[in-house]
């Protein structure tokens, strides 16, 4: 059981908006940058969002990250078809002193 | 663009050893952190190890901590990693990242090699 515990599956219909939550701990999540990924079967996961709330190039602002505490936030804006896929939250953790991801969501849009 | 391309996954029996490589294609290697992470079939992903942008620093995760080498030749433009004492549970897609931030923000992956540990 991972140190990030994230809903393991989400849905929504085209054109809504969905929420990915992520929970950690005072020395993850609440002390440390979070960081999302985007994984299609078969590929090599993708970075979203770095530094919590940062998009890499190319990444449309449908794509946006929060943080609050020690709990953080992936929200998909004007969900589309193929957003269908694996989403990971990770974060460095102080105590474990290593990178730890969450056990990931599958999102179904339906 | 910059390319990562892993090699050296393959079937072993436990206890056996392999030795993963990952190339850099592009011009940027020496200046990054860089992790491997693994993902067995099926599961998520799990982060194994990084290392500095000079070779002189690096990180394991507990559960290959000990059996586990990473390193990095720059003039080559190649990370390592050395699995010995093998296990069925390190059966995965190994792949190898680009932490430009060192903040575990992998912006760059390569396409994975497969490490099959079996009796």
């Known amino acids: 059981q991972s140190v990030l515990t994230q809903p393991p599956s989400a849905s929504g219909t085209p054109g809504q908006g969905v929420t990915i939550s992520c929970f950690g701990g005072?020395?993850?999540?609440?002390?440390?940058?979070v960081n999302w990924y985007q994984q299609l079967p078969g590929t090599a996961p993708k970075l979203l969002i770095y530094n919590t709330d940062l998009r890499p190039s190319g990444i449309p602002d449908r794509f946006s990250g929060t943080k609050s505490g020690t709990s953080a936030s992936l929200t998909i804006g004007n969900l589309q078809a193929e957003d269908e896929s694996d989403y990971y939250c990770?974060?460095?953790?102080?105590?474990?002193?290593?990178?730890?991801f969450g056990g990931g969501t599958k999102l179904t849009v339906l | 663009e910059v390319q990562l391309v892993e090699s050296g996954g393959g079937l072993v029996q436990p206890g056996e050893s392999l030795r993963l490589s990952c190339v850099d294609s592009g011009s940027v290697f020496r200046h990054h952190w860089l992790h491997w992470v693994r993902q067995a079939p099926g599961k998520g992903l799990d982060w194994v190890s990084r290392i500095n942008n000079e070779g002189t620093f690096t990180t394991y995760a507990d559960s290959v901590k000990g059996r586990f080498t990473i390193s990095r030749d720059n003039a080559k433009k190649t990370l390592y990693l050395q699995m010995n004492s093998l296990k069925v549970e390190d059966t995965a897609v190994y792949y190898c990242t680009r932490d430009p931030y060192v903040i575990g923000a992998f912006d760059i992956w390569g396409q994975g090699t497969v490490v099959t540990v079996s009796p």
């Open positions: 990770t974060v460095w953790d102080d105590a474990l002193n290593a990178v730890i």
């Open positions: 005072r020395l993850n999540v609440g002390s440390n940058s």
